[in-house]
């Protein structure tokens, strides 16, 4: 069965990173450009940042206001990818989602929720 | 970054035909077309159509994608009370090389 399961629920204080598991199972991750999503409360969806497949180098694409403060990393052996986002703010409150992409995003994660909280 | 253009609602009765549309540029839409999204409160979205205007099989061909220049719209037929949700388009933007997304459209069907 394809699908991806994210790891559970955080909170974090401001100032602080947290990094958010994606496994990948029925499928091996490095076969497609894998995503990062979130959407804040009651907001819209916002893309984040991308993993190249390894045929097209396996690099990392980010937008412009995360490209300073997320790092994207894998393991191979548990077809997990994990998203860190650095620096955090209360704005950063919301659901983190992973997904894959074939044409369009897929596969998608259960979500994430990561609150910036003192 | 600029985004893609989606009216915020839309409403229709039960049973009509709702066509809903996606604004953006030569760089995005009109470069390699959107990809369209489905998502119910609380719950992840979900892929209605891809950018080849493809639909996966376990979508309800009730959901037609089409394209048109730098336009996008996604038309549902036979409306029921479960294709109300937040409805959003997708598009790699050439220019940017980012993925871009319009804000959302909810439809309510009444």
């Known amino acids: 069965q394809v699908q991806l399961v994210q790891s559970a629920a955080e909170v974090k204080k401001p100032g602080a990173s947290v990094k958010v598991s994606c496994e990948a199972s029925g499928f091996t991750f490095t076969n497609y450009y894998m995503h990062w999503v979130r959407q804040a409360p009651g907001q819209g969806l916002e893309w984040m940042t991308m993993l190249s497949p390894s045929r097209d180098g396996g690099g990392t694409t980010s937008a412009r206001k995360f490209r300073h403060r997320v790092t994207l990393t894998s393991d191979t052996s548990t077809n997990t990818v994990y998203m860190e986002l650095s620096s955090l703010t209360y704005e950063d409150t919301a659901v983190y989602f992973c997904?894959?992409?074939?044409?369009?995003?897929?596969?998608w994660g259960q979500g994430t929720m990561v609150t910036v909280s003192s | 970054q600029a985004g893609l253009t989606q009216p915020p609602s839309v409403s229709k009765d039960l049973g009509q035909t709702a066509t809903l549309t996606c604004t953006g540029d030569s760089n995005n839409v009109g470069y390699q077309g959107v990809a369209w999204l489905q998502q119910h409160q609380g719950h992840p979205p979900k892929l209605l159509s891809n950018r080849q205007n493809g639909r996966p099989s376990e979508i309800s061909d009730r959901f037609s994608a089409s394209r048109s220049g730098n336009s996008a719209s996604l038309t549902i037929t036979g409306l029921q009370t479960e294709d109300e949700a937040d409805y959003y388009c997708s598009a790699w933007d050439n220019s940017l090389s980012v993925w871009v997304l319009g804000g959302g459209t909810k439809l309510t069907v009444l």
């Open positions: 997904a894959r992409e074939v044409e369009g995003f897929d596969v």
